[in-house]
């Protein structure tokens, strides 16, 4: 819903900040899902090619449509999930007395993809940016599920650790923001996951929302189009 909003005023109402304020709670949102997505699902290599084959076919559509490379948030998300799987990987290896050569294997992956991520976005439109692909990596920092960890260290895995995470992550998202102030209202989304009880929808909508993505983006671009032309 909030990512609608947002659309709707980029496309028809760009004058009106309302919109856009509004908009500004979605991608905090997204990215608190992309972490929890990434701890509890049972498949985790089809989570990350879902996401990613998804993405790289609005990629694809744009690329043909608009002449552009335009990565959009499932890219985003993409680069993300790896890097939440690398990190989780290196902490299982350290807190489980892995094998040196795996702990030195995963955090050099880790740091290779993060470095890749952060020269891709300086070369290619990548939607949020570096900082945008790092706020699900640093809420996922103290995901310490089925990692034997001491207790003087697994009472940072919960709810509260998360959202502290995820309001420092914002801070640097909305400094390089191009919104300027307007990215500020993010916070907001901190907040309203206080309501978060952690538990499982009682609606399974995940594959509805993957579908109300592109849906809702080309019903505003038919619109938009339609009134272009009548004014005409």
Not at 61 to 82: K, P
Request: proline share 2%; hydrophobic share 55%; net charge positive.
């Amino acid at each position: 819903i909030f990512m609608a909003f947002d659309h709707v005023g980029v496309i028809f109402f760009p004058s009106n900040d309302i919109f856009r304020i509004i908009g500004r709670l979605a991608f905090p949102l997204f990215a608190y899902f992309i972490a929890e997505g990434c701890r509890y699902s049972k498949n985790k290599l089809r989570r990350l090619l879902t996401i990613g084959i998804i993405g790289a076919l609005y990629v694809l559509f744009y690329l043909i449509y608009e002449q552009e490379w335009y990565c959009n948030v499932f890219i985003t998300f993409t680069i993300s999930i790896s890097l939440i799987y690398l990190l989780k990987w290196f902490k299982k290896l350290i807190f489980e007395r892995g094998r040196l050569v795996f702990i030195a294997i995963s955090a050099l992956g880790f740091i290779a993809l993060a470095t890749a991520s952060y020269f891709l976005c300086e070369i290619v439109y990548v939607e949020y940016g570096f900082e945008g692909i790092m706020l699900a990596v640093v809420i996922s920092l103290f995901d310490f599920k089925d990692i034997n960890v001491p207790d003087s260290i697994r009472w940072l895995d919960n709810h509260f650790s998360g959202l502290i995470c995820m309001a420092l992550g914002l801070i640097p998202l909305c400094i390089d923001a191009n919104l300027g102030k307007l990215q500020l209202y993010s916070f907001i989304s901190v907040a309203i996951l206080l309501f978060y009880n952690g538990g499982v929808g009682a609606k399974k909508l995940k594959y509805m929302f993957y579908i109300f993505y592109p849906a809702h983006l080309v019903i505003i671009e038919g619109i938009s189009i339609f009134l272009s032309l009548t004014s005409q």
